[in-house]
């Protein structure tokens, strides 16, 4: 099983991009991991939240293949503590799909379309993050999982 994470908008901060960097250099020992971003639409301004989130919603259903499972970090989602979340993780990777796509939306969130087309949502936390950085607790969080799952010291229980 290979782990994308598809992301709208391109990540501004030099050190959430040098903290990604870093984790997903590490997941390479570990798992297929990809990252991706969706390039912000233009003119964007001149459209309302709902035409932002049809346009988003769509990019983000043509990056999806037959054989994929999409989840949505999103707010309402289903919350985990660490060491769940790597069990939840070993789960996904014994049910024979090809590919976990984890997605995070653009400021509005995501269409209808994609909340249709998923298949779970995952919630890091009851607070709200900027989008940005949840890209690189993400990274982090899939990171945790995978030294879990092969008994390695960086969790602490």
Known sequence: MKILL???GKTDEKYLIE????YRN??????????EE??????????SEDQQKKIEGDLIISKVKTGDKLVL???KGKEFTSLAFSKHLQQQMNSGIKRLVFV???????????????????????????????????VEQV????TILK???????
Do not use: C, W
């Open 6 to 8: 598809l992301v709208i």
């Open 19 to 22: 903290g990604m960097n870093k």
């Open 26 to 35: 590490r997941l390479k020992h570990y798992i297929g991991f990809e990252y």
């Open 38 to 47: 969706i390039p912000d639409i233009k003119n964007r301004k001149s459209l």
């Open 73 to 75: 970090l999103d707010d």
């Open 104 to 138: 995070v939306g653009g400021p509005y969130g995501f269409d209808s379309s994609v909340y249709a087309k998923a298949q779970g949502k995952l919630s890091l936390s009851k607070m709200t993050f900027s989008h940005q950085m949840i890209r690189l607790f993400m």
């Open 143 to 146: 990171y945790r999982a995978m």
């Open 151 to 157: 008994n390695e010291p960086y969790h602490h229980e």
